[in-house]
């Protein structure tokens, strides 16, 4: 939260009057006091995202005592916070899925969402951060399994799982299955410019706030970002999992002939759809 509240509130009152059918949300580490004025704010979302990162995100005690309090206190007012995930190499390699998913709920969380991470800002000059594609799917689907024998879905939505089972039970590509971020998204960077995808809109936006809405969203770049999240792999046209798939996010890299796909899920998925209708979003 670095922009002051009232630029914040103005930015959604004037955008509402431009899109009066427009969502608004926000992502935020909450290691920060919670004052009467940030508290007031953070309660009209209803809503949003608190991110955290295995091994990095606090440096040391007192910030992390300071977020778990926070986080209490928000999910006592009854908003419905979601805990957002990067699945890191350490991540994977150092923590169980399921003991994450444990943690957000006892700490209040109603949604947890885990993030691949794609190659854009830090993660360029530190590629380590970024696990095999391999890896990763196992990982998911540890997940998985871990998720249906404790019956986990019936006391935290898992976002992943749920948009895969979107996918395997009703055939309905959503979040980043959807291949149209870059169509419905509009991310403003701290310098005015203005993107869609928010991992890659520092280094590829395609317009300014100072621009005219219309000469925005008909700008060549834009179009071009369109059509390369439009363009898919010529390997995925030859893929079993394609309908439950549609491609992934084009910002995740492929390793050779290895896409960024759960296909462990996927192929569960096709055995036994049945298994994933406890999953669907409550």
């Known amino acids: 939260m670095l922009a002051p509240l009232s630029d914040m509130e103005r930015f959604r009152e004037k955008s509402l009057e431009l899109f009066p059918e427009s969502s608004f949300g926000i992502q935020t580490n909450l290691v920060y006091k919670l004052t009467k004025s940030r508290l007031s704010f953070l309660s009209s ?31 006592q007012y009854g908003l419905q916070l979601t805990l957002v995930v990067s699945m890191s190499t350490n991540l994977i390699k150092e923590k169980k899925a399921i003991d994450i998913v444990s943690y957000a709920y006892g700490l209040g969380f109603k949604h947890i969402l885990f993030e691949r991470i794609t190659s854009n800002g830090n993660a360029k000059l530190n590629k380590g951060v970024l696990p095999g594609n391999q890896d990763a799917d196992k990982w998911t689907y540890q997940m998985y399994k871990d998720t249906l024998v404790g019956n986990w879905q019936e006391k935290i939505d898992n976002m992943l799982l749920a948009t895969i089972a979107e996918g395997i039970v009703n055939v309905n590509n959503i979040a980043t299955s959807c291949r149209s971020c870059e169509q419905t998204m509009l991310t403003i960077n701290a310098d005015g410019t203005l993107a869609g995808c928010p991992n890659s809109a520092p280094e590829e936006n395609w317009g300014h706030l100072s621009m005219e809405i219309f000469e925005v969203l008909k700008s060549s770049d834009r179009m071009k970002s369109i059509m390369c999240e439009a363009t898919k792999n010529p390997i995925c046209y030859t893929c079993e999992y394609l309908p439950v798939c549609n491609g992934g996010c084009h910002r ?31």
Request: glycine residues 4%.
């Open 252 to 282: 995740l890299d492929w390793q050779g002939d290895l896409c960024p796909a759960p296909k462990n899920i996927f192929k569960e998925g096709l055995e036994r759809p049945k298994n994933f209708e406890v999953l669907l979003w409550q």
């Open 45 to 75: 979302l209803k809503s949003f995202g608190i991110s955290w990162d295995h091994d990095i995100r606090f440096e040391h005690l007192s910030q992390k005592l300071l977020w778990e309090q926070n986080v209490k206190e928000l999910s």
